[in-house]
Structure formats: C-alpha cells, structure tokens
C-alpha cells in the first residue's frame, strides 16, 4: 500500500520568507510525527499528533513554528519568517494507534537563503 | 534531559569486516528501535526490542537490549557495500505511555567499502 508522502521533495526560499511543508500519513494511522533532522545528525522531535487530542507541541523550537492536521489525515508544518539556521531537512511519520512503530515519509529538504 | 549516546559517529570499513555500534543513556527506555537510512530517504525500521537481556538477528546483524534497558547495540557480521547508510538508535523513554515519542541518537555513518 501507499507509504508517507511528502511534499514538496525540496524548497529553497530567502530568509524571511514562510513556508508550508504538507505529510500524508498511511492512511488509518491515527498518530502523525514531525521531526527535523540536519546534516548527517538524528532526529529531532518537533510536534506530535494523536487523533482528536490536542498535539503534544513540545518538541517546537520557537513560535515561528506551527502545525495543523486535518482529522487524521494530511499534515502541514508552517515555519514563518525562516532563517537560515531552519535549513535541514523535515520528516513526517505516522504510525497506527498503540503501534510501536513509526514509518517516515522521504522527508523536505529545506534550504534557507 | 533524556539523551541517547551513539558511537561511533562514523565508521569506515572493508568489506568481510566486522562492527559494533553503540547506544548508551543514562535512562531507562521501554523499547529501543534501531533505524536505517539512505541518503534522500526516510528511516525504516530495522527492529525493535523490549525486554531487557533480548537479542535479535536479522541476517547479519544482531541487536542487543541491555540488561537495564539504557542501552543497546547492533552488531553486523562481514558486513557488504549495500550494509553502507546511517544508523539511528531510537528509544521510547519509560513512562512516556503510548504517545511514541522517540529520543534519537545522534547516528552512526556506516561506510562499506568493496
């Protein structure tokens, strides 16, 4: 079946500039991840959706950064004003309800000029 | 601060040789997961281990959960050019329920060269 998807694959955008990153879980995963990860480093968590509960937002780095999940379907992550130390590359993941496991999408790679 | 330690951060090698790679805290972790990925890709999941003391073997590698659950390890043997990519260790803290919010580990850049 269909895997994470991401879109778009790659995104340069000046500093300043806002942009919107879009995840499409596997469908019927009811908990959807966004993590970023910069060069050849692990993975940082950033915000965490569960079906209707209200997102576990924690793991943002400042306000500049925010989510939205349509139900339990697609995600976007929006970084406002970017800079550059926003370059990396951003991973979504969904994973089905109780499920240990988590399977990623191919990720953004995010370049901030 | 919950942190997961992994070494060595990058790793070079001959094909036919074998290595270790480690993934140490100081917390304890309900399950350890262990992820491989490819450059432009996602990370899949290898495997995942929950039981203290446990091991696991796909093929030519084996992961190790410690005794105390802080921390685990993946061996390959004769390791193959197609074993090359970075390797995360990921760890869901105790008490973190079933939210899945996993710690990752800094990765391990495995290079296999024929």
């Known amino acids: 079946g269909a895997g994470v998807s991401q879109s778009p694959s790659n995104k340069v955008t000046e500093k300043g500039k806002d942009v919107e990153l879009r995840c499409d879980p596997i469908?019927?995963?009811?908990?959807l991840y966004w993590y970023r990860q910069r060069l050849g480093q692990g993975l940082e968590f950033l915000i965490y959706?569960?079906?209707?509960?209200?997102?576990?937002k924690s793991g943002l780095p400042s306000d500049r950064f925010s989510a939205e999940r349509t139900g339990e379907s697609v995600s976007t992550l929006t970084i406002q004003r970017t800079q550059q130390e926003d370059s990396a590359v951003y991973l979504c993941?969904?994973?089905?309800?109780?499920?240990?496991?988590?399977?990623f999408g191919p990720g953004t790679r995010l370049t901030v000029t | 601060t919950q942190l997961l330690e992994q070494s060595p951060q990058f790793l070079s090698i001959q094909e036919g040789e074998n290595l270790t790679v480690y993934c140490n805290s100081s917390?304890?972790?309900?399950?350890l997961q262990w992820y491989r990925q490819e450059p432009g890709e996602g990370p899949v999941l290898l495997v995942t281990?929950?039981?203290?003391?446990e091991v696991k073997k796909l093929k030519r590698l084996t992961f190790q959960f410690g005794d105390a659950r802080k921390d685990s390890s993946l061996h390959i043997t004769a390791a193959q050019p197609g074993d090359t990519g970075l390797y995360l260790c990921?760890?869901?803290?105790?008490?973190?329920?079933?939210?899945?919010?996993?710690?990752f580990g800094q990765g391990t850049t495995l290079q296999v060269k024929p």
């Open positions: 990921a760890g869901l803290p105790l008490g973190s329920g079933n939210t899945g919010k996993l710690i």
């Open positions: 469908s019927g995963h009811t908990a």
């Open positions: 993941a969904s994973s089905a309800r109780l499920a240990r496991e988590q399977y």
């Open positions: 917390s304890v972790f309900s399950s």
């Open positions: 281990v929950v039981t203290g003391g």
């Open positions: 959706f569960q079906g209707n509960s209200a997102p576990d």
